[in-house]
């Protein structure tokens, strides 16, 4: 052993890394490329939202960082680790999925299960930090009424609370969305949001932020992950929301504008309701 090493502090493997890293990262199905040569760093505390049509990856990028799908090529590191299933440093906000009025189980159940993997010691002492922990999750998302109630008997929204309540209970360092904002009402979305955006820049959380409609978020954004067919362009939302970014990346004419602190796109099939809807406002 030299004198350097032995003098050098010893630096935990994280402790420089991102939150999230990918490097030449390529998936496939079959012969159809959903993306390829991705290098992607998230910095802890940063918000990425990731905007794309239907089906050019965006889940599929999110189940490479749960370990949940392998990469075609390339590597994926969850803060200087390879990704992994079950890593509790992640918490995840999956794609809404109406749930049957047969589903028993109890939204509090469903949260604490956003705390297995974690250990506060065995007994008493354990059991009632894990009360704790569901209990603020719970009020935080306003669910504490109807904790107890079976899943299947709640409202789409209600049930979308306790999922942010169950990503979020476990104060990950990774937090994953995918679509989080769907069926709440406006003032839950709000909400929603701030508690996204709390757990990146209080508590340091990387955030990817799935999402076909960024104006919600927009004031949140750090930076855009855009997938369209094959192609991306990663960079803070002027740089990539902007008509010539998107032409480029739709290879036809795409219009992008700032109405009112809003960014209204039209000219693709996934943007056109944007129009409508600012043409109502
Ligand atoms: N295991 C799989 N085997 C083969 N094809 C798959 C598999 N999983 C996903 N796909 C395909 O990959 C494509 C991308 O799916 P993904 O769910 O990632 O898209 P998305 O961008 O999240 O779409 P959306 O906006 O509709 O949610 C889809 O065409 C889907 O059918």
New binding site residues.
């Given amino acids: 052993m030299t004198a350097k090493s032995e003098t050098e502090p010893v630096l935990a493997p994280t402790s420089t890394a991102p939150a999230v890293r990918l490097r030449g990262a390529e998936l496939s199905?079959g012969s159809r490329v959903?993306w390829s040569g991705l290098d992607l760093d998230v910095a802890p505390g940063e918000f990425l939202a990731v905007l794309?049509p239907?089906?050019?990856?965006?889940?599929?990028l999110l189940r490479v960082l749960l370990g949940l799908q392998q990469l075609s090529t390339g590597s994926v590191e969850i803060a200087g680790a390879p990704a992994r299933r079950g890593s509790n440093r992640i918490g995840y906000i999956p794609?809404q999925r109406a749930l049957d009025a047969t589903v028993m189980v109890r939204g509090s159940d469903l949260v604490g299960l956003g705390l297995d993997g974690h250990h506060w010691g065995t007994g008493l002492r354990g059991r009632r930090e894990r009360q704790r922990r569901v209990a603020a999750a719970l009020r935080a998302v306003e669910a504490t009424e109807y904790a107890r109630m079976p899943l299947g008997l709640l409202s789409g929204g209600e049930q979308q609370r306790l999922r942010v309540a169950q990503a979020l209970v476990s104060d990950p360092s990774v937090l994953l969305c995918d679509e989080p904002l769907l069926s709440l009402d406006i003032a839950h979305q709000r909400k929603v949001s701030r508690l996204i955006a709390n757990q990146a820049r209080q508590s340091g959380a990387a955030v990817l932020f799935?999402t076909?409609e960024i104006n919600p978020v927009l004031p949140l954004v750090d930076r855009v992950l855009y997938l369209v067919d094959g192609r991306f362009r990663i960079g803070p939302p002027d740089e990539v929301m902007n008509s010539a970014t998107l032409s480029e990346l739709y290879r036809t004419d795409v219009e992008v504008a700032r109405v009112g602190g809003r960014l209204v796109v039209a000219g693709t099939d996934d943007h056109d309701h944007h129009v409508q809807e600012a043409e109502k406002a």
Avoid: E, P
């Fill in positions: 199905y959903l794309g239907n089906g050019s990856g965006k889940t599929s794609q799935v076909h």
